[in-house]
């Protein structure tokens, strides 16, 4: 005979095979069916896709059928079938809820929904019909569209879209439609409803809710003007003065060299060649053509701005190529031998516009707007950008632009001018005539415009 096996203690059930004694209920059970009389019924309802809040009171409203529906043999005919209940509620700010009873499907209409209660010390279950009702939630927005298309539906704009409906192409309808989708209607008050109140078109739920949002994200932001001064503020140029009411007030000499480098710069040489009629030699022809007219004058802080303009020109020229597009400045001892001036503002003009070593195009721009501006000092706020455009090696555009970026307006020369430089109306259309004048005009920030869908 086979022996049978013992099951391992791994393979016994972990679940007691025992079970908790309670109250069973009575073995017979007595449905009574309480029959519908005059008051209301008990009522099935279903919030599909709606979280009902539990404050909210439904209203309800009872309406006669306008007739009897027909209902099968065994069924009796009551007011369930021969009046209709509807359940409104306007507590909700924003919410308007209407509970209606939805036959659904064809098989749906047929069926019978009841509401029992068990007494287990009796054994008796009372069973009572109830309607099957569905609650449903809507923005008062969507009313106030309605209404709003309904007053316009008049003039002849809505009377041309209407046509338009009718009798237009397939394309015009589907721009009147995309037109309707996409259009913000003004707000308007709402009708009362029952149990509600009049709300003014400011408490508009969406509209309240855009604004709310747009306040919150936009507090921080800053204005226009407060944009275009921190862009200014950034840019490459020397710092000008907004409160100046002439053109001298607006760069000041000490401003552009500064104070220290002011006393630093000696112009006795080119004092004593002038008066001795001695050519002095540089290498900007903007410089050579000035020099001698400015040295026999008096003005002396003009000529300390010719001289401190003459070294920022050879500290551009001795400038070495360097990784992406920006200079290299040469060694210690080579820049001052090629500059020829006190080591003070040798190394000023390094801490001024440069980054170590190295010049980007940032600090190369600041470099050309201080240039321009030394230049407006010494032309009495009148330059002829030709001579500096040949010094820099650059084109018409590029030292135009310099100069509109501190604040020049840049024009052709005229026929005035033409004359008082002598120049060909052929020589003249490389010439062009910066002037400073009050107020300043500066580049404004551009802004790039949507694309039109």
Known sequence: ????????????????????????????????????????????????????????????????????????????????????????????????????????????????????????????????????????GTLRKEVEDVKDQDETAGNNLSARNALSIEFGTKKSKKAFTSITENAITRSKPRATSPGGSQRSAMTDPVTAAVLDSMVVSTN??????????????????????????????????????????????????????????????????????????????????????????????????????????????????????????????????????ADETLLNKWHLDKLMTHIAALALVVDNFEVDTYDLKEDLKLENKQIQQYFKEIGCQVNAPTEADRMKMKLSKTEAASHKIARLRIPLEFPKQRVIARKRR
């Open 1 to 136: 005979m086979s022996e049978k096996k013992r099951k391992r203690e791994s393979e016994k059930s972990e679940i007691p095979v025992k079970k908790v004694a309670i109250d069973t209920p009575a073995s017979l059970v007595k449905v009574l069916v309480l029959a519908e009389e005059d008051e209301w019924s008990p009522i099935i309802a279903s919030t599909p896709g709606l979280s009902l809040p539990k404050t909210i009171l439904l209203k309800p409203y009872e309406r006669r059928k306008g007739r009897t529906p027909s209902v099968p043999l065994a069924r009796e005919i009551t007011s369930l079938r021969t009046s209709e209940l509807l359940l409104q509620s306007s507590a909700h700010p924003q919410m308007d809820y209407i509970g209606k009873e939805e036959d659904g499907t064809r098989s749906e209409s047929l069926l019978q929904h009841y509401v029992g209660v068990y007494d287990p010390t009796t054994g008796e279950l009372q069973v009572m019909e109830a309607r099957k009702m569905v609650v449903r």
């Open 220 to 353: 921080g932001m800053a204005s226009r003007d407060e944009l275009q001064s921190a862009v200014d503020e950034a840019k490459p140029r020397p710092k000008a003065n907004l409160k100046a009411t002439t053109p001298s007030d607006v760069y000041p000499v000490e401003t552009l060299i500064g104070i220290d480098e002011m006393k630093a710069i000696t112009v006795r040489d080119w004092q004593d060649a002038a008066t001795a009629k001695e050519a002095v030699n540089t290498k900007s022809r903007f410089v050579s053509k000035r020099l001698q007219k400015i040295a026999s004058s008096d003005d002396v802080r003009k000529l300390k701005a010719l001289r401190y303009m003459l070294l920022l020109l050879d500290f551009f020229y001795c400038l070495k190529p360097g990784a992406k597009g920006a200079k290299k400045i040469p060694q210690k001892e080579d820049l001052k031998k090629a500059l020829g001036m006190p080591d003070s503002l040798v190394q000023g003009v390094k801490r001024r516009f």
